[in-house]
T-cell receptor
Framework: QQQVKQSPQSLIVQKGGISIINCAYENTAFDYFPWYQQFPGKGPALLIAIRPDVSEKKEGRFTISFNKSAKQFSLHIMDSQPGDSATYFC?????????????FGKGTHLIIQP | DTGVSQNPRHKITKRGQNVTFRCDPI?????LYWYRQTLGQGPEFLTYFQNEAQLEKSRLLSDRFSAERPKGSFSTLEIQRTEQGDSAMYLCASSVQANTEAFFGQGTRLTVV
């Protein structure tokens, strides 16, 4: 059972545009939702994270929108740049010791065209 | 401290051999996690430690997989009698405590031939 569903699988955006990646989760016990960026051959790097007590969090060009009732959250990359081309993963974890670690989506391969 | 360090970065081994990977977490991070990532997929949780205690290991892929974290510092992940299906990227992450920011290392790419 896939607990975090991510879409789209791939995305092409023009330079300067807005990239939007969506995730939906099933486990209502999840209460921590990070986004990771991964370049080929590298480990995932934490971009931004949110908890359910807020509906939006912004850091620089990156914004997370969170909808608790719909069990959905999304990443918006404003003014997308070619250097943003990478694979992005949403993830979720729960309180109570984090025994499951992070549950990841399958990833979105983002290409920013110059 | 420059982050989570993993060694080796790449490992090629013959089927049936044993391999061991090392992870050095960020200093003072009590939690250490191991994940496996196959091509085109997100990381898959394997096991984790709180200091030296391994608190979850039921998600290890088989009894050929084992992990240790002696003295609560670095950790090792061992795979015995490797199979071609074990070929993947093995990632280590650490965090200060549960359910907080987890930082990943660069991973060890294992190829079983």
């Amino acid at each position: 059972q896939q607990q975090v569903k991510q879409s789209p699988q791939s995305l092409i955006v023009q330079k300067g545009g807005i990239s939007i990646i969506n995730c939906a989760y099933e486990n209502t016990a999840f209460d921590y939702f990070p986004w990771y960026q991964q370049f080929p051959g590298k480990g995932p790097a934490l971009l931004i994270a949110i908890r359910p007590d807020v509906s939006e969090k912004k850091e620089g060009r990156f914004t997370i929108s969170f909808n608790k009732s719909a069990k959905q959250f999304s990443l918006h990359i404003m003014d997308s740049q070619p250097g943003d081309s990478a694979t992005y993963f949403c993830a979720a974890s729960r309180e109570g010791g984090g025994a499951d670690g992070l549950t990841f989506g399958k990833g979105t391969h983002l290409i920013i065209q110059p | 401290d420059t982050g989570v360090s993993q060694n080796p970065r790449h490992k090629i081994t013959k089927r049936g051999q044993n391999v061991t990977f090392r992870c050095d977490p960020i200093s003072e991070h009590n939690r250490l996690y191991w994940y496996r990532q196959t091509l085109g997929q997100g990381p898959e949780f394997l096991t984790y430690f709180q200091n030296e205690a391994q608190l979850e290991k039921s998600r290890l892929l088989s009894d050929r997989f084992s992990a240790e974290r002696p003295k609560g510092s670095f950790s090792t992940l061992e795979i015995q009698r490797t199979e071609q299906g074990d070929s993947a990227m093995y990632l280590c992450a650490s965090s200060v405590q549960a359910n907080t920011e987890a930082f990943f290392g660069q991973g060890t790419r294992l190829t079983v031939v």
